[in-house]
Structure formats: structure tokens, C-alpha cells
């Protein structure tokens, strides 16, 4: 059930200071698509006119596929500089939470004294509250992963795209007494109408340096290689608590690779932190 009251401490953040800056691509995509009307209106101009259009649409759904491109707005796939300096890591969990895993996965954190950042879905942390404030109290932040991640999200328009997010917003500002400012897509796909509404809202989008693949890979070791060979300060690292695969002895995946990743980050001198440590508001950075 979607809470009714916003804490205090949980209100909205400011929007983002200024227009939406359109990125290089779409100023470009704009341009070409205007070239290609006046194109159009020429004797024989509309095949080729037809052709530019495609070719352009072509390059907008291939950038928006790429999960850590920079093409259609920015898109954070390493932490700053600073958190760089200071030898840190980012640890993010998406799909969650589960009843099942995020408690053990919470106790793993906790015996390696490490934070991590939760992507949530909004729908399944209202099914399960106490997680998400679970998670919260243990000092772990709670991001925004999108209301109900379904799969035709890239596919939606800027107002279903806003109200979707705003959606999860709000829910997640009340289970965990605080509003995100990070914005994670399902399966990282997007389309030119997100960025806007993310600037509108503050909200930074974050996809990852590394990931597991661990919701189709029930091997943990190859889980393990992908994240952990040539780790390094700044990465940010992608497993899921929810929709977890399970390996051959029955258990999920994230669960047998959690400790020894943990346990390279320890001997790699690095630390885990949350995106609330590592990031400042994108509105503030655009400010």
C-alpha cells in the first residue's frame, strides 16, 4: 500500500537549477529531423528523407539500449573523483527487496562492515516495508529503481515516465524517511524522454562500472570474476537481492558471492560506501 504521509525529513528535492540541457545527440537528432522535412518537400526527397529519419531512429534506440551510455543525458557509471581518492567502492542491489534474500544479504553487509545502496522497486518495497526501513536503519541508502519495472519502461512517453517515477518516489520517501536522488532503470534501457524528467526531479541516473549478470548466472564464480578481477577505486558494482538466480546447491547467487567480494574489497584496501556518502544531489551539481 502506497503510505499516505511523507515525513518531513522526506519531502521532495529541489528541482534541478535551470532548463533541461539537451545533450549533443538530440540537439543534432532535432536538427536532422528538420533537414529531413525540408528534404521531404524536394522532388524525389522524401526516400532519402525517409532514410535519415530511420537512420536516426536507429542510433536513438541503440544509445538507449546501451545501459552506460552518455548519449541521451548524463549517466553515472563510476563515483567522483574524491570518492575515488578515498579508495571507494559503490555496492548496489537491485530488484529488491525480497523476504528472503535482502535479510541475509543485510547480515552479510553487516559482518564485513560494509554499506551498500539499495535500488528498490517501488511496488515490492511497499509489500515489504520493514526491509526497506530495515536497510535504512543499518545505514545503507534506498534509491529509486522505478515503481513497477516493467519491461515496456523504455517504451513510455515523458508523462507516463514522470508519473512512474514520481510514483516511486513518494513511496519510497515514506518507507524510508528520506527521498532518493538516484534513479536506476529496469534493465537500464531508456529513451530521450527520461533525462528530462530526471533533471526535473533531481535525480541522478546510475548505472554501473561492473556487473554480475547474477540474475541469469548460476555459476558464482563467474559472478565473482566479472566483478571482482581488476577492481578498483570509483567502480560501482551491480548485484541483485531481488529476482536472485539460484545456483546449483539451491541458493541464490548474490548470497555465496557477497562474502568474497566483500572480502576483496577488504584485502584491495577499498571501501564500500553508499550513493548517499559518494554523490551529492544532481541538483546541486547542476546548480
Given at each position: 500500500?502506497?503510505?499516505?504521509?511523507?515525513?518531513p525529513d522526506a519531502r521532495?528535492?529541489?528541482?534541478?537549477?535551470?532548463?533541461?540541457?539537451?545533450?549533443?545527440?538530440?540537439?543534432?537528432?532535432?536538427?536532422?529531423?528538420?533537414?529531413?522535412?525540408?528534404?521531404?518537400l524536394l522532388p524525389g526527397?522524401?526516400?532519402?528523407?525517409?532514410?535519415?529519419?530511420?537512420g536516426n531512429h536507429a542510433?536513438?534506440?541503440?544509445?538507449?539500449?546501451?545501459?552506460?551510455?552518455?548519449?541521451?543525458?548524463?549517466?553515472?557509471?563510476?563515483?567522483?573523483?574524491?570518492?575515488?581518492?578515498?579508495?571507494?567502492?559503490?555496492?548496489?542491489?537491485?530488484?529488491?527487496?525480497?523476504?528472503?534474500?535482502?535479510?541475509?544479504?543485510?547480515?552479510?553487509?553487516?559482518?564485513?562492515?560494509?554499506?551498500?545502496?539499495?535500488?528498490?522497486?517501488?511496488?515490492?518495497?511497499?509489500?515489504?516495508?520493514?526491509?526497506?526501513?530495515?536497510?535504512?536503519?543499518?545505514?545503507?541508502?534506498?534509491?529509486?529503481?522505478?515503481?513497477?519495472?516493467?519491461?515496456?519502461?523504455?517504451?513510455?512517453?515523458?508523462?507516463?515516465?514522470?508519473?512512474?517515477?514520481?510514483?516511486?518516489?513518494?513511496?519510497?520517501?515514506?518507507?524510508?524517511?528520506?527521498?532518493?536522488?538516484?534513479?536506476?532503470?529496469?534493465?537500464?534501457?531508456?529513451?530521450?524522454?527520461?533525462?528530462?524528467?530526471?533533471?526535473?526531479?533531481?535525480?541522478?541516473?546510475?548505472?554501473?562500472?561492473?556487473?554480475?549478470?547474477?540474475?541469469?548466472?548460476?555459476?558464482?564464480?563467474?559472478?565473482?570474476?566479472?566483478?571482482?578481477?581488476?577492481?578498483?577505486?570509483?567502480?560501482?558494482?551491480?548485484?541483485?537481492?531481488?529476482?536472485?538466480?539460484?545456483?546449483?546447491?539451491?541458493?541464490?547467487?548474490?548470497?555465496?558471492?557477497?562474502?568474497?567480494?566483500?572480502?576483496?574489497?577488504?584485502?584491495?584496501?577499498?571501501?564500500?560506501?553508499?550513493?548517499?556518502?559518494?554523490?551529492?544531489?544532481?541538483?546541486?551539481?547542476?546548480?
Open positions: 500500500m502506497t503510505p499516505s504521509v511523507i515525513p521532495p528535492l529541489p528541482a534541478a537549477a535551470g532548463r533541461w540541457p539537451w545533450p549533443p545527440l538530440l540537439q543534432a537528432s532535432a536538427a536532422l529531423h528538420a533537414g529531413a522535412t525540408g528534404l521531404a526527397g522524401w526516400p532519402w528523407s525517409l532514410a535519415l529519419l530511420a542510433v536513438l534506440t541503440a544509445t538507449g539500449l546501451w545501459p552506460r551510455s552518455q548519449g541521451l543525458g548524463p549517466n553515472v557509471t563510476r563515483l567522483p573523483a574524491a570518492s575515488v581518492a578515498r579508495r571507494e567502492v559503490a555496492l548496489t542491489l537491485d530488484d529488491g527487496p525480497d523476504p528472503e534474500v535482502t535479510p541475509a544479504v543485510l547480515d552479510l553487509l553487516d559482518r564485513a562492515g560494509a554499506k551498500a545502496t539499495f535500488f528498490c522497486i517501488a511496488e515490492r518495497a511497499a509489500a515489504h516495508p520493514g526491509l526497506v526501513r530495515e536497510a535504512e536503519r543499518r545505514g545503507h541508502a534506498v534509491q529509486n529503481h522505478s515503481h513497477g519495472h516493467r519491461h515496456t519502461f523504455s517504451l513510455r512517453g515523458p508523462r507516463a515516465l514522470a508519473a512512474e517515477i514520481t510514483r516511486a518516489q513518494q513511496v519510497l520517501a515514506g518507507l524510508a524517511g528520506r527521498t532518493p536522488h538516484c534513479f536506476r532503470a529496469p534493465a537500464g534501457l531508456r529513451n530521450p524522454f527520461l533525462d528530462p524528467v530526471l533533471h526535473r526531479l533531481g535525480l541522478h541516473l546510475v548505472s554501473w562500472t561492473r556487473r554480475g549478470f547474477d540474475t541469469r548466472e548460476a555459476d558464482p564464480a563467474r559472478v565473482l570474476q566479472r566483478l571482482g578481477d581488476g577492481l578498483a577505486a570509483g567502480d560501482i558494482l551491480l548485484l541483485h537481492d531481488g529476482h536472485a538466480r539460484r545456483g546449483a546447491d539451491g541458493r541464490p547467487v548474490v548470497l555465496q558471492v557477497l562474502p568474497a567480494l566483500l572480502q576483496r574489497c577488504h584485502d584491495a584496501g577499498l571501501t564500500p560506501v553508499t550513493l548517499d556518502h559518494a554523490l551529492p544531489p544532481r541538483h546541486t551539481l547542476n546548480a
